[in-house]
């Protein structure tokens, strides 16, 4: 009984220290939510320090490529919208999701850049490489060997996408699987401002 206790404690611990490390600070009350219009970026509104927030500029890191040629950044002001997506080869949703980022790119890869950062930490290399060849991914496909991008980004589950803008700030933080239209809609929000 004592046993159980303890554990159902611990639970509920390790539930509020989630919740008290993804929630946002009392100081940043006008923090948009998931999906919020993009709209001109006003660096008045931004707060300076990065954080993987919507309405935050975007947390830097440089990852290298899982072919080991390239070294890939994010952070900073860009000539072209990002989307950073983390995902495992072991992770179904990301599976699911893949077919609709290969679409999403081919058809928007002038006016947008997508990294797919795999959580190498947690998934294989040769698993991952599998999965890139199987669904024939054509943007280029980052690893995060220590895990570094994935704790920048308080990733937790997979997959998770950012929609970063070309002043480097997020626009949209997307959790989970999404349908293909509403990709759409977060993108032309994001390209066209």
């Known amino acids: 009984m004592k046993r159980n206790v303890l554990i159902l404690g611990l639970v509920v611990i390790a539930i509020v220290a989630v919740w008290i490390w993804d929630s946002p600070s009392g100081k940043e009350g006008n923090q948009a939510t998931v999906g919020a219009p993009a709209g001109k970026v006003d660096d008045r509104n931004i707060p300076s320090k990065p954080s993987p927030k919507v309405n935050h500029y975007a947390p830097s890191f440089s990852l290298p490529s899982l072919d080991g040629t390239s070294t890939f950044e994010v952070g900073g002001k860009r000539d072209k919208v990002l989307i950073v997506n983390f995902w495992a080869a072991w992770c179904g949703p990301c599976e699911l999701e893949a077919p609709d980022l290969k679409d999403i790119y081919e058809k928007h890869q002038d006016k947008l850049d997508l990294y797919a ?77």
């Open 117 to 193: 950062v795999n959580a190498t930490n947690f998934d294989k290399l040769r698993e991952a490489k599998d999965f890139v060849k199987e669904q024939e991914l054509v943007f280029p496909i980052l690893t995060d060997a220590k895990g570094v991008a994935g704790d920048l980004y308080k990733v937790y589950s997979y997959p998770i996408s950012f929609i970063i803008d070309r002043d480097g700030v997020i626009r949209h933080r997307i959790e989970g699987v999404i349908e293909r239209k509403q990709w759409e809609i977060y993108l032309q929000e994001v390209i066209n401002s």
